[in-house]
């Protein structure tokens, strides 16, 4: 991880580790660089280590200072706590490693002097711990571990078994006889008395001595015939008399009915002869039919379904014709021979065919681009479409019969053709689709729009993500804080865009967490100047960083 500084600049492939030798110690390595990002190689440098128990900025155990030369690559390797040390405070040594966590305190001069500066504070994890493991001498152990700290509780084999109960059981491999401790003197006798090999599943059917059962069955089978009616209370039903309605001839019936059948239309499977009909009258409709009408069809189904008159409330209380929900698409087609009203309550427009009436709501007509509305097979002169890519902002329009124009009449609003920095749509068009990308459309250009200005200069991850959800440039509600991809593609094209992202070597948070495990570390990419820099940086940081962020939406 890169870090910037006023003064210097160290970048750390930090290793860190422990070394075993007469003056135990632990490993660190670094590379050196200016603040040009220039290596300092060869070059003689000062370094002040220090380990801070409990956080970063609390009381320090120990402090050494030391000078070290770099190689040719600006590399150079330290052993805290070894000799070699110009000054130090406290003692190696004394350090309690067990109390954690600890942290190392970095600064450096670069003129080997006594100036430091501060380089950074990093945790340390598990290696260093074992400076607290090297104190634990398993010779040293004697006595009893007790069972709660992970021993046995005893101090011999023979004292194990007797605490587990292992010497009065059962050793089936040597043979030994049952255990009082474990049956009783009778149960004993009574399992000694079984006799018999056995085969696998037993066959007891010969010791069932009764031709019925009469009580509890405690055989593997029942002898055939056994079971009469004697036995099992005879509850048949007889259909010639108990069934009042109609009985399929399959089942030994007629397959007619009188007129009084309680059905208005009657052919089901297995019935012989005409299906039964008769007049449907006003009484035989309930006022509610939603729990007499179901949609459940053996096979797909259509209709159509003519209205003459109108569907008023009360008349139908399922509204859900067809179906129980209204965006289910249940009808292909409707027709009413007068008219039909959405939201009107009295006061009927009469010269009115289709009527809406609304305080809260508009009319939505189909939306789509202008690849797709020159698509409709032979437009009818009068439909109407909203195109959305039409314009800048897109545009309602009708056909005449010859071409889609707008609402003045004239010729609608051509496509644009976009290109990077194009204004458009709330802001300044970032990145356009390419052959290959998720979404790309040959027919009708995609992209990534940017916002114009920056939603902050200092915030936190969560916070740029909810001003960049609650963002409305434009007047448009689709706008969103970019993953790391999408913010890269901006960055790459940020000179051609025109845009002013910040002062140099701004930090952007993006929405991409990085994959640890954590949660808690999002990539962040550094927007470099001068803007002719096509070298991407990238990398992560704690969500409770502050960095910029900058809002997109995609097109």
């Known amino acids: 991880m890169r870090f910037n500084f006023k003064n210097c600049l160290l970048s750390l492939s930090i290793l860190i580790s422990f070394v075993a030798k007469a003056q135990n110690g632990l490993n660190f390595q670094g590379v050196a660089r200016n603040s040009n990002n220039v290596i300092l190689a060869s070059q003689p440098i000062s370094l002040r280590l220090s380990i801070v128990q409990g956080t970063t900025n609390a009381v320090t155990e120990y402090t050494e200072v030391r000078k070290v030369t770099t ?36 600064e450096m001069d670069v003129a080997a ?106 055989a593997v089978r029942v002898q055939d015939g056994a079971i009469t009616t004697s036995k099992i209370a005879n509850n048949a039903v007889d259909l010639t008399t108990k069934v009042s309605s109609l009985l399929p001839t399959t089942n030994g019936g007629t397959g007619t009915a009188t007129s009084t059948a309680n059905t208005f239309f009657a052919a089901p499977d297995g019935i012989a002869g005409a299906p039964i009909f008769r007049t449907i009258v006003a009484s035989d409709i309930p006022t509610d039919i939603s729990g007499y009408i179901q949609n459940a069809p053996s096979s797909t189904q259509t209709a159509s379904i003519n209205i003459n008159g109108s569907i008023i409330a009360g008349s139908i209380q399922n509204t859900a014709i067809g179906n129980t929900t209204a965006s289910s698409g249940s009808f292909t087609t409707l027709r009413s021979t007068d008219k039909l009203n959405v939201g009107v309550s009295g006061n009927e427009e009469e010269s009115a065919l289709l009527e809406i009436s609304s ?127 999408q913010l890269e593609k901006v960055f790459l094209n940020r000179n051609a865009i025109g845009y002013t992202f910040g002062p140099t070597n701004s930090y952007f948070w993006s929405s991409s967490v990085k994959t640890d495990g954590s949660g808690n570390n999002y990539w962040f990419t550094i927007f470099y100047t001068p803007n002719t820099n096509t070298t991407i940086y990238s990398n992560y940081s704690s969500r409770s960083s502050t960095y910029y962020a900058r809002a997109i939406r995609l097109f």
């Open 113 to 218: 002097g006594n100036n430091f500066s501060l380089i950074g504070t990093t945790q340390f994890q598990s290696v260093a711990y074992a400076q607290f493991a090297i104190q634990v001498d398993a010779e040293k152990i004697i006595g009893v571990v007790p069972v709660a700290k992970g021993g046995t509780g005893v101090a011999s084999i023979t004292a194990l078994k007797a605490s587990l109960d292992l010497d009065t059981k059962v050793d089936k491999v040597t043979g030994k006889d049952l255990s009082t401790n474990d049956y009783t003197t009778a149960e004993k006798t009574k399992l000694a008395a079984i006799t018999g090999t056995n085969t696998g599943d037993q066959d007891l059917s010969a010791y069932a001595t009764t031709a019925y059962v009469d009580g509890q069955v405690n």
């Open 71 to 106: 190689n040719a690559q600006g590399l150079f390797n330290v052993v805290i706590g070894d000799t070699g040390t110009i000054s130090v405070i406290g003692s190696f040594s004394t350090i309690d490693w067990k109390l954690t966590p600890k942290f190392l305190k970095i």
């Open 359 to 485: 305080s809260s709501k508009g009319f939505l007509p189909p939306r789509m681009n202008a690849y797709q509305r020159d698509a409709i097979s032979s437009p009818t002169a009068g439909l109407v479409v909203w195109c959305t890519n039409c314009g800048a902002s897109g545009e309602l329009q009708a056909f005449n019969g010859a071409i889609w124009a707008n609402m003045s009449g004239t010729a609608g609003s051509a496509v644009p053709t976009l290109s990077i920095g194009t204004d458009y749509q709330g802001g300044k068009v970032a990145y356009l689709l390419v052959s290959g990308d998720e979404g790309y459309d040959a027919n009708t250009q995609h992209g990534i729009i940017v916002a114009p200005d920056n939603l902050s200069t200092s915030t936190t991850l969560d916070n740029a993500i909810t001003l960049a959800n609650n963002y409305t440039g434009g007047g448009y509600t689709n706008w969103f804080l970019p993953n790391i991809a």
